[in-house]
């Protein structure tokens, strides 16, 4: 599975939009880009999925260039309870095995 | 439907003791992964399970162990444990059909907090 470095830390404050981008350079051509949400004592949940250009769900929006080195998650007018470590993901899921990075500890205060 | 589900939810073990650990998956989901979260490591891949045969397994001692059931239900055991085993332990199913990995996504349970003491 291809490498992903992201920020280890985001400030932001309610109702702002959030952007996280995710670096992955070695993205292989059948690879596909994930984000994953974890709260506190929780396990990981599914935020979005793509392969390239833009994808949009009820919770973000995901912009993937047209090269697929990198990716953006967005999150439109985060709420406090957005507070969360999002981690990117990429490659498929393989003999179920998912490689967790260090992902992104995003802050949202009021 | 019911999502997936991890007992117990707290453990306080002492060094030396045996644990096991159950996760029930998602209806229909044959694949069953674990892992080990901690501050240290972040999250790791222990070992994964479809139909009951470990697929995949992750850089992990052989104290760690696990097993699945005809239901896909899956369970891990650690042995002997270490102070360093103290960590929150995740299990995760997914819709694996056979052996081809599909573009699908992985749903975890809460997990089981395990303190070694």
């Known amino acids: 599975l291809a490498k992903t470095t992201q920020p280890i830390s985001m400030d932001s404050y309610e109702g702002q939009e959030v952007n996280i981008t995710c670096s992955h350079n070695n993205i292989a051509t059948n690879d596909y880009i994930t984000w994953y949400q974890q709260f506190p004592s929780q396990g990981p949940r599914f935020i979005i999925q793509g392969y390239k250009t833009k994808v949009t769900n009820e919770v973000a929006s995901l912009f993937i260039p047209a090269d697929r080195k990198s990716s953006t998650l967005s999150l439109p007018r985060v709420s406090l309870s957005d507070t969360a470590v999002y981690y990117c993901?990429?490659?498929?899921?393989?003999?179920?095995?998912?490689?967790f990075g260090q992902g992104t500890e995003l802050s949202v205060k009021p | 439907k019911a999502g997936v589900t991890q007992t117990p939810r707290y453990l306080i073990k002492t060094r030396g003791q045996q644990v096991t650990l159950s996760c029930s998956p998602i209806?229909?989901?044959?694949?069953v992964s674990w892992y080990q979260q901690t501050p240290g490591q972040g999250l790791q891949f222990l070992f994964e399970y479809f139909s009951e045969t470990q697929r995949n397994k992750g850089n992990f001692p052989g104290r760690f162990s696990g097993r699945q059931f005809s239901n896909s239900r899956s369970e891990m055991n650690v042995s002997t444990l270490e102070l360093g085993d103290s960590a929150l332990y995740l299990c995760?199913?997914?819709?694996?059909?056979?052996?081809?990995?599909?573009?699908?996504?992985?749903?975890f349970g809460q997990g089981t907090r395990l303190t070694v003491v």
């Open positions: 209806s229909g989901h044959r694949s």
């Open positions: 995760a199913s997914s819709k694996m059909q056979g052996a081809i990995p599909l573009n699908t996504e992985a749903f």
């Open positions: 993901l990429v490659g498929l899921l393989e003999g179920g095995k998912l490689i």
